[in-house]
């Protein structure tokens, strides 16, 4: 799964980065160092009316457009890349409405036999921010009428780097790819495969990212090793 992630770059290096002429007008948006599920992150989408290309802040938590529970349901943050082309609560977004979350990097906890899970940061080994999969929705919440906009993010297998603590990590696109993703096709299936692990990095961090409060930069630490 994929549950925390970094967006501490300036919403303009994103843009520039992605080289999609990405229109934003966010350049005070503070940064995320350990950015969580119900909070606003950047994700940029496609209007295929207009061809524009934006970068806004979306809630992180899917509620599909058709939800009638007033609290908008299970909000989950992860799709299943076997799976989102089928279930009813993605299929339609997925179809119809990707997305990308541009990261700095994103954090996976390794589960050890009688301690605590210790937390791991991924990104990319130039330190170049990478495009995270994902689908959202714009759901009208009952009560309030007003209109909020959700997003998930996709997982795949892990790679050869991230299966060492997880067997899922989030879906990243490569640079070639954006277009294809945003785009109309109804089921880029196969650009959903897990990103080379020689382009990446991981080190364990402070489990002070446990807590999404802590949302400074998170301190790397020493590798555990165990006892012989």
């Given at each position: 799964?994929c549950g925390?992630?970094?967006?501490?770059?300036g919403?303009?290096?994103?843009?520039?980065?992605?080289g999609?002429?990405?229109r934003?007008?966010?350049?005070?948006y503070?940064?995320?160092?350990n950015?969580?599920p119900?909070q606003?992150?950047?994700?940029?989408?496609?209007?295929?009316?207009?061809?524009?290309?934006?970068?806004?802040?979306?809630?992180?938590?899917?509620?599909?457009?058709w939800?009638d529970?007033?609290?908008?349901?299970?909000?989950?943050?992860?799709?299943?890349?076997e799976?989102?082309?089928?279930?009813p609560?993605?299929?339609?977004?997925?179809r119809?409405?990707?997305?990308?979350?541009?990261?700095?990097g994103?954090?996976e906890w390794?589960?050890?036999k009688?301690?605590?899970?210790?937390?791991y940061?991924?990104?990319?080994?130039?330190?170049?921010p990478?495009?995270?999969?994902?689908?959202?929705?714009?759901?009208k919440?009952?009560?309030?009428?007003?209109w909020?906009?959700?997003?998930a993010i996709?997982?795949?297998?892990?790679?050869?780097?991230?299966?060492?603590?997880?067997?899922?990590?989030?879906?990243?696109?490569?640079?070639?790819?954006?277009?294809?993703?945003?785009?109309?096709?109804?089921?880029p299936?196969?650009?959903?495969?897990?990103?080379?692990?020689?382009?990446?990095?991981?080190?364990?961090?402070?489990?002070?990212?446990?807590?999404?409060e802590?949302?400074?930069?998170?301190?790397?630490?020493?590798?555990?090793?165990?006892?012989?």
């Amino acid at each position: 799964m994929c549950g925390r992630v970094i967006q501490s770059s300036g919403p303009l290096r994103y843009a520039i980065v992605d080289g999609m002429g990405v229109r934003e007008g966010l350049h005070n948006y503070p940064p995320r160092w350990n950015g969580a599920p119900s909070q606003d992150l950047l994700v940029i989408r496609r209007n295929h009316a207009a061809g524009e290309i934006s970068l806004d802040p979306l809630r992180w938590g899917l509620i599909p457009y058709w939800c009638d529970d007033p609290k908008g349901g299970r909000k989950p943050i992860n799709a299943k890349c076997e799976t989102v082309r089928d279930l009813p609560t993605f299929r339609e977004a997925y179809r119809r409405r990707r997305c990308i979350v541009p990261v700095d990097g994103f954090f996976e906890w390794k589960a050890i036999k009688g301690r605590i899970r210790q937390p791991y940061a991924i990104a990319m080994q130039d330190g170049a921010p990478f495009a995270i999969a994902g689908i959202w929705e714009n759901w009208k919440e009952p009560a309030s009428g007003e209109w909020i906009r959700t997003f998930a993010i996709i997982t795949t297998d892990a790679n050869e780097l991230v299966a060492d603590i997880h067997d899922r990590m989030p879906l990243i696109l490569a640079p070639d790819d954006y277009a294809r993703w945003l785009g109309e096709e109804a089921d880029p299936r196969h650009l959903m495969r897990p990103f080379p692990a020689g382009l990446m990095r991981m080190w364990p961090i402070s489990t002070r990212v446990n807590k999404p409060e802590n949302d400074d930069p998170i301190e790397p630490i020493e590798e555990a090793t165990d006892a012989a």
